[in-house]
């Protein structure tokens, strides 16, 4: 990889995001919109759980961020095939930039824009709904650029798979929905189903969530999330070998129709 060609794609691809960047900005405002009416109900099931002193945001602003994160991943979805229909992936190609060169810029400007939107999403919840975790909050920053490079990666790995946009998109939708609604982002795991709880481990939101549950209601520090860190690492790694995977296979096969 030659640092000046992964910057020239990256400088790329962040002009064309910067023009693009309406659902982005749709995907920060949504989750805002939505918190003050999931506060509520919100306050009740923790408070169902033992903690009668919690508000009820400690739950609906990181589930708002990260239901709204999974969303996010069409963003990504996006930036690939879109670069087919404007021309700039076949330029890219034929420029001196190796496919390394080519996938680690997208995967860059796409994982600065995730993590931005997840922080924005949070740090916007905490002012406008006095979200204070009794943690740390340095450990949400980390659970929260993690699970912003896990996305990232779904999203670049099911670019890099899919044929056509119209599948990544649908697959992109589909399993960030179930994900992030069996991870407990929309009401805590304690809630569902005895026989459901077990599954929500296959998220990658429920360990996130977990995480930020564990440093705002319990006062959790970096050492004490360290298991729900070390499981968001395994789904990076898992993901972003399947990148790789298509990297080595070949890059120039995605259609746009």
Known sequence: MQPRRYLAVVRLGALLRLRDAGLVVLMTLAPLVLMPFMIPACKTMLASEGYAAAAGAEQAVPGMATLFSFLSVQVIVQSFFREHAWGTWPRLRAS???????????????????????????????????????????????????????????????????????????????IGMLAAGLGGTLCTVASFPEWAQPLAKLSPAYWALDAVRAVSLDGAGFGDIAPQLAALGVFLAVLTALAMVRCFLGIDGVKTE
Do not use: C, H, M
């Open 96 to 174: 001196a930039a190796t496919a390394a060169d080519v996938v680690l810029g997208k995967v860059t400007v796409a994982y600065v824009v995730q993590a931005l939107q997840l922080l924005a999403v949070l740090a916007l919840g905490s002012a406008l709904f006095n979200y204070r975790p009794a943690g740390d909050p340095a450990a949400i920053i980390v659970v929260a650029l993690l699970f912003a490079a896990v996305l990232a990666a779904f999203g670049v790995a099911l670019s890099l798979w899919a044929r056509t946009e119209g599948t990544a998109l649908s697959l992109a939708n589909l």
